[in-house]
């Protein structure tokens, strides 16, 4: 047996992984000041994703060894090793990792090689036997608690968050929500959740709050086609409902368009709280064929391209 009727199931693995881009290596980027938080939060965000709970699985250390990053890893519960393994084995953990490193750095597709050890053994050689994973993982107890820079590297990430939606009003995830990833907020007139992140034109994108740069650009640049945008969001936002856009045109008619745009918009800000998330404001843009405002938007090119 792995574990006594009352022993605790603990086990501990390493995660070696390396860019296969030959501009990108991963112990530089972590052992910058600037990027290690950014490289953590993707990290942290894949395992959360791998487990569906951030706190599934723990970090220990993180290790620098040209040119592997290499993450270890402590399970506290047999399911939650069980559900990483199965993630990792069908290559959702590496596709979140590459995923979630290219939103933190902001920066180009991060292609990953990964490997898992748990001790001298490559368990890559035996991922279809998860029985013998899970011993061979049991079987290696962690040697250490969490390292200082990681418990640092912990409250960082909480004070980003935490500054990001309150000071900057630019909410990538929120702490909270990174604390219970797939727990949607209650309903405000719509049962919609709240998804961590979308996908447009094929790439993923975080599901941030509406931010008042987003705003301005969008009254700038939706011109007639405010009425449409507010119709396809009111599907889902009550505040929104008829007669509201109509008296909103008449209302600000004298300011012109742009005024109708901007109170539309902060309308559906107000109304929906932290639920107004810029993949809702996408969709309803491309749904009205206001496909450069979105690109826009979310940095895909810049606002002289749209003109």
Not at 46 to 67: F, Y
Not at 71 to 91: A, I
Not at 92 to 98: F, G, I, R, Y
Request: proline share 5%; charged share 25%.
């Amino acid at each position: 047996k792995m574990a006594g009727s009352s022993a605790p199931w603990i086990g501990s693995a390493y995660l070696f992984l390396q860019s296969t881009c030959k501009t990108i290596t991963l112990p530089a980027l972590y052992e910058s000041s600037q990027k290690k938080p950014c490289v953590f939060k993707a990290l942290k965000l894949a395992l959360a994703d791998s487990t569906g709970s951030v706190n599934g699985v723990d970090m220990l250390k993180v290790h620098c060894s040209h040119p592997h990053l290499i993450v270890q890893l402590k399970f506290c519960k047999r399911e939650n090793c069980r559900r990483f393994l199965h993630s990792y084995r069908e290559g959702a953990l590496q596709k979140s990792l590459q995923s979630h490193l290219q939103l933190s750095l902001a920066t180009t597709a991060v292609p990953l090689k990964v490997e898992l050890k748990a001790g001298s053994e490559h368990l890559d050689k035996m991922l279809k036997d998860e029985d013998r994973c899970l011993e061979c993982i049991y079987r290696e107890k962690p040697d250490r608690l969490p390292d200082e820079e990681i418990t640092e590297l912990e409250e960082c990430l909480k004070s980003l968050m935490l500054h990001q939606s309150t000071n900057n009003n630019v909410a990538g995830k929120d702490y909270s929500s990174l604390k219970s990833p797939f727990r949607p907020y209650p309903p405000q007139g719509s049962s919609l959740p709240i998804q961590l992140t979308f996908i447009f034109q094929g790439q993923q994108f975080d599901n941030r709050k509406i931010t008042p740069d987003d705003h301005q650009k969008f009254a700038k640049s939706a011109s007639k086609k405010w009425k449409q945008v507010g119709r396809s969001l009111q599907k889902s936002c009550r505040a929104l409902r008829d007669p509201v856009i109509d008296n909103l045109a008449l209302e600000y008619d004298r300011e012109g368009l742009y005024e109708q745009a901007y109170q539309m918009l902060l309308r559906f800000i107000q109304s929906e709280g932290k639920k107004a998330t810029i993949a809702r404001l996408i969709a309803a843009l491309e749904e009205n064929g206001l496909v450069s405002l979105a690109e826009e938007l979310l940095g895909l090119h810049s606002s002289e391209d749209c003109s």
